[in-house]
């Protein structure tokens, strides 16, 4: 069984800054993923960005590559999302999650939800003036 617990939400403003944290416990002998993704109110869970649990390579979505740099601390069973140049339409619910379970090596990790079956409980992140 995997725990993943989020922090790190606030309010920042327009062009502000902010890393997300997802601490993951426990235990599994397989290769998976861990994925950021995000809910804003009245839309769907999108996928955000994801990094492989051993190898560390990383996919991103359209929306947010160039802006948001997802990141491991292996030691410390974390993963980060360092958000930058954060718009109001970034305003949304943040979850980390696992899945993508038994990846083969040069596969990229999926940002599709339905990939993802470990979630935490959310972060809000609002940004706005």
């Known amino acids: 069984q995997l725990q993943l617990v989020e922090s790190g939400g606030g309010l920042v403003q327009p062009g502000g800054s902010l890393r997300l944290s997802c601490a993951v416990s426990?235990?599994?002998?397989?290769?998976?993923?861990i994925g950021w993704f995000r809910q804003a109110p009245g839309k769907e869970r999108e996928g955000i960005s994801c990094?492989?649990?051993?190898?560390?390579?990383?996919n991103y979505a359209d929306s947010v590559k160039g802006r948001f740099t997802i990141s491991r601390d292996s030691a410390k069973n974390t993963v980060y999302l360092q958000m930058n140049s954060l718009k109001p339409d970034d305003t949304a619910v943040y979850y980390c999650?696992?899945?993508?379970?038994?990846?083969?090596?040069?596969?990229?990790?999926?940002?599709?939800?339905?990939?993802?079956?470990?979630w935490g409980q959310g972060t809000q992140v609002t940004v706005s003036s």
């Open positions: 999650a696992a899945g993508g379970w038994g990846l083969r090596v040069g596969v990229r990790c999926p940002v599709a939800r339905y990939e993802y079956n470990y």
């Open positions: 426990g235990f599994t002998r397989d290769d998976y993923a």
């Open positions: 990094i492989r649990s051993r190898g560390g390579s990383t």
